[in-house]
């Protein structure tokens, strides 16, 4: 479970910023909050970005997934003398720039750890984690490149000054002690890599394909499939499963041709398990025989709704963080809104799974706590930042946060010009 990230000096992000799930004192509904140990008003399911087109949502996503990517990959996925991947603020790279820092407070196995790291290209200068068992806090290791002697193990931490040697400039070294499989390690590897997980927005063309074993395709799924179909109005009678060889194929052209580790990982996966799958969908009436769509031609709302659906079933299940940019993407608001209520509601979340989205949808803030709402604005020097809903002590209610956010009281909106007169000013338009 997140408690909250931070990230500094990161693409828009100049100064720092942090994304907290720690809930307020705030009564607000939904009423749904995990409880846990040091938050004394629990944790929430469900953080919201609202901000105008560019002023940072999309970036503060990919800072995250690009602190999960670097734990998962450092070690294993850079030689030994490559660079870093590195995107600070305005691209300032030169010799003596500040570097990028990155932290986050996950629970594991019930305990708060906080991790982070500060890197620029030519490495990692600095990384901790630290644990808070009971109140007071306790150093499991600091490396700091600048000190004398850069390493340092709490005593709690056994068998760990082995991997240093281990542990390049380029690599953490989270990831190098799990990949010589230390134990206590391995398990904060593990909720940093596996609790996080980050979805592909819906390609503009083609249609869902799904892994085998995808949750979506689980026979014992397949009702509940069928129930979510009919809830979302979308007109479907009975679904058969297709495999997609020509698609497989393709994945290990494309594989030859690059050094993804990623895709390298999916080939393998389906040449272990068979190529990927697409559904097809059967239409009609009660009492019709009904006709069968090839998938190019269902909607786009069938697709965006299918994709969503797959991560959704597996989320909720195994209680992890699901990070989706443009949730809304092909989606009525309505159903949207119910895609969000799914973690809101106890009934549904039985597992602690979390959602962190982005959107433009201004009626979807009504579905929220106001410190589930995070307001993205950029500065005049183009320097993003964060600001919650429930700082504005002036907003009692949703709705009073909804018309604020219309009437641009709060930020996370777009100072529009006048679009006509740029388009007459050019003379013409072709």
Not at 278 to 306: D, Q
């Amino acid at each position: 479970m997140i408690l909250r990230f931070g990230v500094e000096n990161f693409r828009s992000f100049r100064d720092r910023a942090e994304l907290s799930f720690v809930s307020t004192a705030r009564k607000d509904e939904p009423a749904l909050r995990f409880p846990t140990s040091g938050t004394p008003h629990g944790v929430l399911p469900v953080v919201g970005l609202w901000g105008a087109n560019a002023s940072g949502k999309s970036n503060l996503l990919a800072a995250l997934v690009g602190m999960q990517n670097a734990v998962a990959m450092s070690f294993v996925g850079l030689s030994p003398d490559q660079e870093v991947p590195w995107i600070p603020w305005r691209m300032m790279t030169a010799m003596g720039a500040p570097p990028t820092k990155m932290d986050l407070d996950i629970l594991v196995g019930g305990v708060r750890h906080h991790y982070g790291f500060r890197f620029d290209s030519r490495g990692f200068s600095e990384e901790w984690l630290y644990a808070w068992p009971g109140r007071a806090r306790r150093v499991l290791f600091h490396r700091n490149h600048a000190d004398a002697d850069p390493w340092y193990f709490g005593p709690s931490l056994k068998d760990a000054r082995r991997i240093v040697k281990a542990t390049r400039p380029n690599s953490l070294f989270l990831s190098a002690a799990a990949q010589h499989n230390h134990k206590s390690l391995k398990s904060v590897y593990g909720a940093i890599t596996g609790g996080l997980i980050a979805v592909p927005a819906l390609k503009s063309e083609g249609h869902p394909l799904f892994r085998p074993g995808s949750a979506i395709l689980d026979p014992g799924n397949r009702t509940m499939l069928l129930a979510a179909l009919a809830a979302a109005d979308l007109d479907v009678r009975s679904v058969r499963e297709v495999e997609r060889h020509d698609e497989t194929v393709l994945l290990k052209v494309q594989q030859s041709l690059t050094r993804d580790p990623q895709l390298a990982s999916l080939v393998a996966e389906l040449d272990a398990t068979g190529p990927l799958r697409e559904l097809w969908f059967t239409h009609g009436a009660s009492g019709e025989s009904g006709w069968e769509v090839p998938p190019p031609l269902e909607s786009r709302g069938t697709h965006a709704f299918l994709h969503r659906f797959d991560v959704l079933l597996q989320i909720l299940s195994d209680g992890v963080l699901w990070i989706a940019d443009e949730l809304d993407q092909s989606l009525h608001p309505d159903l949207c809104r119910e895609l969000i209520r799914l973690f809101t509601d106890p009934a549904t979340n039985r597992h602690g799974a979390q959602l962190l989205f982005a959107t433009h949808q201004r009626d979807l803030l009504t579905t929220l706590r106001t410190d589930e709402v995070l307001l993205v604005e950029k500065d005049r020097d183009g320097a993003s930042s964060l600001r919650a809903a429930s700082d504005f002590r002036e907003l009692r209610t949703r709705d009073d946060l909804r018309r604020a956010h219309e009437q641009g009281r709060v930020g996370g909106v777009p100072v529009l010009g006048d679009l006509g007169a740029a388009l007459s000013g050019s003379g013409s338009v072709s």
